[in-house]
């Protein structure tokens, strides 16, 4: 409640300000000025706003309960198991036994379309408190498109995302698997080559983890594509140089053996059409 | 047992006096600016395009239940907290007292005069909310929202109750203050003064415990939590500790109130 107490006010009146300057002349578009204002207002508070925001939203998740699980849930299919909590808590005295009825407690998911939805308002609001949280643009991403299979929708947060931080590769690659899950290999490829620009002028390329898996699956994806345009070579050398960044080796060790095998055995074929 | 005694007459003359401060709300027009402040705030939430997505309601449950809340404490401190020094300034206490009226019955009809006026507020924030919550879902009354709003009048009952008590002996922007404080922290962090006492230096443990034991816990009354996410309703026998808990609390605050005002020189 106590975030609640202090979130409803600022949502209120970011949304409020976010409205307007969406109505004022020369702000309209949602670019820099907007930001700006924004910016100008709120400082850091937004940012802290919005990761809470993004935290509401696993909140909800959780049915309004936080049951202590640390894991990254709002952004992955697993599930782990609902009954190991027990829902009235430990009844001591009176207190206890009270609160632990009148107050719901354990561990419950929200499943099916019709109450996933209810994580969005949450992402929606951590994007317009702080149009740079990163995260914010790719749980929602995720959840529109493998939650409430709304990939259109997903395309157009990222979109947007892309348009306010150009340098982030994350959502290139996030838009790219978007594509790919629609089947649009040519767009996907523009979004992979865009990503992998971006992530091979990182100073921190190489040197931080996330950044070196980020840049592995970019490369991963490329390696596919150039596989499913027939380039096994390409896609050859895509995989040799991502296997070092990534960390899940096993999938991509078997690909780049079954592209290096169809290149051996079309050298081979070559060598004897000459022959 | 002539025509101003026996409990019909004791009943009459507080309900006089409770009237009376019902009315009074309703002129000062409290209800109207919560009212319209707080459809200005949900209204625009609830327009909003959340990607094309349609029927969504747990965060616009979340919003206007906790405006409601926070509207409702601030309601029914401000108007219990003003009633008594109110009389006291504008000097109209002292006719009231002529009149063959205990004080037992001036406190306790300013206690209904605040809790219904407030309570009436409640109720028609509680419509408010069962109709928007009714049109975006086609959820109108359930279990858990009726248990909700029982609770809810029993919160307010102990609020008005210890808003009362604490204008006898506060100055009143000291009650407001204190009551607010009271009200607020209880709800955030009555549940888990057990687990601070247990993190805490002695002295603060010890004063935590303290805390624990004897004020009032405004939390047991709180169900925002099952109704914004469609938990199930509480146990009956739950709700039965709720408003025993409520019951005794309220009792001990207006008894305290009348020790109080018995004793105070006018």
Redesign the interface.
């Given at each position: 409640m106590k975030s609640a107490i202090l979130a409803i006010p600022l949502l209120a009146t970011t949304v409020g300000i976010g409205q307007f300057a969406h109505h004022v002349p020369g702000l309209n578009g949602g670019g820099c000025e907007q930001d700006d204002l924004l910016g100008q207002l709120f400082g850091s508070g937004r940012k802290a706003l919005s990761h809470r925001f993004v935290d509401r939203a696993d909140l909800y998740f959780h049915g309004g309960v936080h049951d202590g699980h640390q894991h990254e849930e709002l952004f992955c299919d697993e599930e782990h198991d609902d009954d190991d909590a027990p829902l009235d808590g430990g009844a001591k005295s009176f207190w206890a036994w009270l609160n632990g009825h009148i107050h719901p407690s354990g561990n419950a998911h929200l499943k099916g379309e019709r109450y996933e939805k209810e994580v969005i308002p949450w992402i929606w609001a951590a994007i317009a408190a702080d149009p740079h949280n990163v995260d914010a643009y790719l749980v929602g991403s995720y959840w529109l498109t493998r939650r409430m299979h709304k990939p259109e929708e997903a395309l157009k947060l990222l979109a947007r995302g892309v348009e306010n931080n150009s340098d982030v590769c994350e959502l290139d690659m996030a838009r790219a698997e978007v594509c790919l899950s629609l089947k649009d290999d040519g767009a996907a490829l523009d979004s992979l080559r865009d990503a992998e620009a971006k992530w091979r002028a990182r100073p921190d390329a190489m040197d931080d983890p996330r950044s070196r898996e980020v840049g592995g699956r970019v490369l991963v994806y490329l390696g596919i594509l150039a596989e499913r345009a027939g380039d096994t070579a390409q896609a050859a050398a895509r995989y040799r140089e991502a296997l070092p960044l990534i960390r899940v080796k096993e999938r991509v060790k078997r690909r780049l053996a079954h592209t290096e095998n169809a290149l051996r055995t079309r050298t081979s074929d070559g060598l004897s059409e000459q022959g | 047992m002539g025509g101003n005694g026996g409990m019909n007459g004791e009943m009459r003359r507080i309900w006089a006096i409770g009237r009376v401060s019902m009315l009074e709300l309703f002129r000062r027009k409290d209800m109207y600016v919560a009212v319209i402040l707080g459809v200005v705030?949900v209204v625009?939430?609830a327009s909003?395009n959340?990607?094309?997505?349609e029927?969504?309601?747990?965060?616009l449950r979340?919003?206007s239940l906790?405006?409601i809340w926070?509207f409702s404490i601030v309601i029914g401190i401000s108007t219990a907290a003003r009633q008594i020094p109110a009389e006291l300034e504008r000097r109209t206490i002292y006719p009231l007292l002529a009149k063959p009226v205990a004080r037992r019955e001036v406190v306790l009809g300013k206690f209904v005069g605040a809790f219904l006026a407030s309570g009436t507020c409640l109720l028609f924030f509680y419509l408010l909310f069962v109709l928007l919550s009714g049109m975006k879902q086609g959820a109108w009354m359930t279990v858990c929202m009726f248990q909700a709003v029982l609770?809810h009048f029993l919160f307010l009952a102990l609020l008005t109750a210890m808003a009362l008590c604490g204008s006898i002996v506060l100055t009143h922007s000291a009650n407001l203050a204190l009551s607010s404080l009271v009200a607020v922290c209880m709800?955030?962090f009555g549940?888990r003064l057990?687990d601070l006492a247990d993190r805490a230096t002695l002295a603060a443990s010890i004063l935590l415990r303290a805390i624990?034991w004897l004020a009032p816990?405004f939390?047991?009354?709180?169900?925002?939590?099952?109704v914004?996410?469609g938990?199930d309703p509480?146990?009956a026998q739950?709700v039965a500790?709720?408003t025993a808990?409520a019951a005794v609390y309220t009792a001990l605050f207006l008894v305290l109130a009348f020790n109080l005002f018995r004793r105070k020189q006018l």
């Open positions: - | 705030i625009p939430l909003v959340l990607f094309g997505i029927g969504i309601v747990r965060y979340e919003i906790l405006l926070l609770l709800l955030l549940q057990p624990h816990h939390e047991f009354f709180d169900l925002r939590l099952r914004i996410h938990w509480v146990p739950a500790a709720a808990y």
